[in-house]
């Protein structure tokens, strides 16, 4: 028997429960396309042959190979193989599998917020689930080494079942980088290699290149190719002939056989191996049905050669599994190239069920075609490991204090923001404690020096400044150390925000709640958008400190201005966006984002900062006042009951705006001045509570047939809106072309942003109002 750690008789319930993940996922997806009343007629779809092939490698890890503490990916095409396998430990409902794809249903990729059981990572955009893991892991360590986490137990895993595909994105690469310059442990990468993706067959000898670069960053390569049946026959006659055939066999010939079948393999196989001591032998040793077993008897899809494999891990070094597959295995789609999205027929579904022996009426029975005792069947499934997996307590909140806003005649939001973590980094409390910082390579750029300086770099080894340790003059201090809280990435804005997503899930992973900060270029934003979206859909809370923004990052030039960022605030599901202009406000907005980002129903922050300077007012929010910047608005100078205009404006235009104020204040007494800090949140309150919301009770005090005129620097649709809350007739000004090097005030003239536009457009809504 193969060194599988597993009994004869485990390992019969194993390959029998594979039957049944195969048959309940390929069943919940017929379900839906075939048998579910269809009232859009829209096709439903799922991924039957996708399905097929991991379900063998789902089944080992599930019910033999994880602990409870163990994290999974699986990946997105996998949902009902998943969601099977939950059905069977008793987690997911009937109900649930048969509203798959439909509304209250299970998901159609695995999803923390959507489905009701057990996942660990959400999938769906490929790649991402995969390199999540990744930062999970580093997550790990920091909580563990920085005495957040137990560490009395045993670390867990974190694992990604992928498909081969998914290697393709490149954010799988940068990852891995990643995960090698910080010496990543506890990870296992699991590659379904079935050889095809959705629109063919994948390249020849891919894997030589796939283990060639995890081996080349430090990753234990395993190779689960020949199943046991393969093994054997390579023993025995024309067995070194038939392994250099397999070995040489182009992926769309293996394929395409795979799905002609027995006959097929014959017709090759005797042509191939006709010189073959031992060849004729071999071939009529198999009928065409023994010999499409031993074919397709890839090593991912036999048992003993999948628990050999997984099992055979003895250290903590990341482990890449490449295991063969068939996409489609067991299925009439078996290897054909386009069965990516193939479902079968009813009549194939038909001829499926005689072959897994389920009885029309027993499709959902859990035991129902299986050659077990149920009773056997249901005690192993409770005696599984992983089932012992119970639900982490909720993590204390943290009490955040009330942040004091840094004094100065002249700054910057970005200044403020370097200045308010320094003064953070001076304390010694569980708020600080629990605070982590990452940027992609721009640190300094960003101001977060100063905090680093006090709280150093994390690394699972220290390392000392090698600068300072040579006298050689430097205001940053690179200091490495296990306890250290700011995690310095390469430039790939696609880690930082899976980066931020694994820390701002650690209090439900780990039960360590952390406060993460990242910054970055704001408009940068766009590079990492997909991973952004990701972390924000698993429902991941932090603050991202997006500086410098706008075209008001004037001599950069326009590659480095931001346009279209602040509509991502305004439209981003599960983040809320701010852009403050100045110190006061954003003190404020921090304190309020710190507790929002523990809160039941709170989300990630998004600061738009810049590094433009402006006069700071001289004057002590009140705390109404500071309430006031947090709810998204209020009124600078208060307009008078009859004002005929109203400006309002949000972040660093904020000079222009009071500079054509004045202006318009002297031909328009009784005018209204607005400051938004946040039309994100003044758009989502207006949008629940209506005529309730705050910016609706603010605008109320213009007069119906007042002139409004709105400005920032970005696109001006994130301020046009406020025109519709009171019906007033708007003008909206912002950025809408590329910018381009230059200085603010030939910038802003030319986007039609600075005092003189302002003033223009307040004329040009009294004319409106005049007319109306």
Request: charged share 25%; glycine share 10%.
């Amino acid at each position: 028997m193969p060194d599988t750690g597993a009994t004869m008789n485990d390992l019969h319930l194993l390959q029998q429960l594979e039957r049944k993940v195969l048959w309940l996922s390929s069943w919940t997806i017929h379900h839906a396309n075939h048998v579910r009343e269809n009232r859009d007629g829209l096709k439903v779809g799922g991924h039957q042959a996708s399905c097929a092939s991991v379900s063998t490698l789902m089944t080992a890890l599930y019910f033999a190979v994880l602990r409870p503490e163990d994290r999974v990916a699986v990946k997105p095409h996998a949902s009902p193989v998943f969601h099977a396998i939950q059905y069977l430990f008793g987690r997911q409902s009937r109900e649930r599998l048969e509203r798959f794809r439909a509304w209250g249903g299970a998901q159609s990729y695995p999803s923390r917020t959507k489905d009701a059981d057990d996942v660990d990572y959400s999938t769906g955009s490929v790649g991402l689930g995969v390199a999540a893991t990744m930062f999970s892991s580093m997550i790990q360590d920091y909580v563990r080494l920085q005495g957040l986490a137990d560490d009395g137990e045993p670390p867990a895993r974190m694992v990604a079942v992928l498909g081969d595909a998914e290697l393709d994105e490149g954010n799988v690469f940068e990852a891995l980088m990643e995960g090698w310059k910080h010496d990543v442990r506890n990870l296992w990468w699991i590659i379904d290699y079935n050889r095809q993706s959705l629109d063919g067959v994948v390249n020849d000898r891919l894997f030589e290149k796939i283990t060639g670069f995890f081996r080349a960053v430090g990753w234990e390569v395993v190779t689960l190719k020949y199943g046991k049946l393969q093994q054997q026959a390579f023993e025995g006659p024309a067995g070194g002939a038939l392994k250099a055939w397999i070995d040489d066999c182009p992926n769309q010939l293996y394929s395409a056989l795979t799905f002609k079948g027995g006959a097929a393999w014959r017709e090759h196989l005797a042509r191939d191996l006709k010189d073959a001591d031992g060849g004729r032998e071999f071939l009529d040793s198999h009928d065409d049905a023994a010999l499409q077993r031993l074919m397709t008897n890839l090593a991912g899809h036999d048992m003993a050669a999948v628990l050999e494999g997984l099992r055979g891990v003895n250290s903590d070094l990341p482990h890449c599994f490449v295991a063969y597959t068939v996409k489609g295995f067991g299925l009439p789609l078996a290897g054909h190239k386009d069965n990516h999205a193939g479902l079968m027929t009813p009549d194939q579904m038909a001829g499926f069920r005689e072959i897994m022996g389920v009885a029309e009426g027993e499709e959902w029975s859990p035991t129902a075609g299986l050659e077990a005792d149920a009773d056997d069947l249901m005690a192993f499934l409770r005696a599984a490991p992983f089932n012992a997996r119970k639900p982490l307590p909720p993590a204390p909140l943290i009490d955040v204090p009330e942040i004091a806003a840094p004094a100065g005649e002249r700054m910057s939001t970005q200044e403020a923001f370097g200045r308010i973590l320094n003064d953070l980094s001076r304390e010694d409390s569980d708020f600080t404690r629990r605070m982590i910082t990452a940027s992609p390579d721009v640190t300094v750029s960003t101001n977060l020096g100063p905090w680093v300086n006090r709280r150093r770099i994390f690394d699972r080894n220290p390392q000392p400044d090698v600068f300072r340790e040579e006298h050689v003059a430097s205001p940053q201090r690179w200091e490495k150390s296990p306890t250290g809280q700011h995690v310095e990435l390469g430039i790939a804005e696609n880690n930082l925000f899976l980066f931020l997503s694994q820390a701002g899930l650690a209090d439900r992973q780990f039960g360590a709640r952390l406060l993460p900060v990242g910054t970055l270029y704001d408009p940068f934003i766009a590079r990492g958008l997909d991973a952004l979206n990701y972390a924000c859909y698993q429902d991941a809370r932090f603050m991202v400190v997006a500086t410098p923004s706008g075209v008001s990052l004037a001599p950069e030039g326009g590659a480095h201005q931001s346009v279209s960022t602040p509509l991502i605030g305004l439209g981003q599901p599960g983040l809320l966006s701010y852009e403050p202009a100045f110190a006061d406000e954003l003190a404020a907005i921090m304190a309020f984002g710190f507790r929002h980002m523990q809160a039941d129903d709170g989300a990630a922050i998004y600061l738009r900062l810049s590094t433009r300077a402006l006069a700071q007012p001289e004057r002590e929010l009140s705390a109404g006042e500071r309430d006031a910047a947090v709810l998204g608005a209020r009124w600078l100078v208060e307009p008078s009951g009859d004002a005929e205009v109203a400006v309002a404006f949000q972040g660093a235009i904020a000079a222009e705006a009071l500079k054509a104020f004045e202006e318009i204040a002297a031909d328009c007494p009784g005018a209204g001045l607005l400051a938004v800090t946040s039309a994100d949140r003044l758009y989502r309150h207006w949008k629940r509570d209506g005529e309730r919301s705050h910016v609706a009770a603010l605008l109320g005090r213009l007069a119906p047939d007042a002139g409004l005129v709105t400005v920032i620097d970005g696109h001006p649709a994130t301020l046009a809106w406020l025109g519709g809350v009171k019906g007033h007739a708007t003008e909206a000004l912002g950025v809408t072309r590329f910018g381009q090097s230059g200085d603010t005030i030939d910038l802003y003239a030319d986007q039609g942003i600075d005092a003189d536009a302002i003033a223009d457009a307040a004329a040009r809504a009294l004319v409106r109002r005049a007319a109306r």
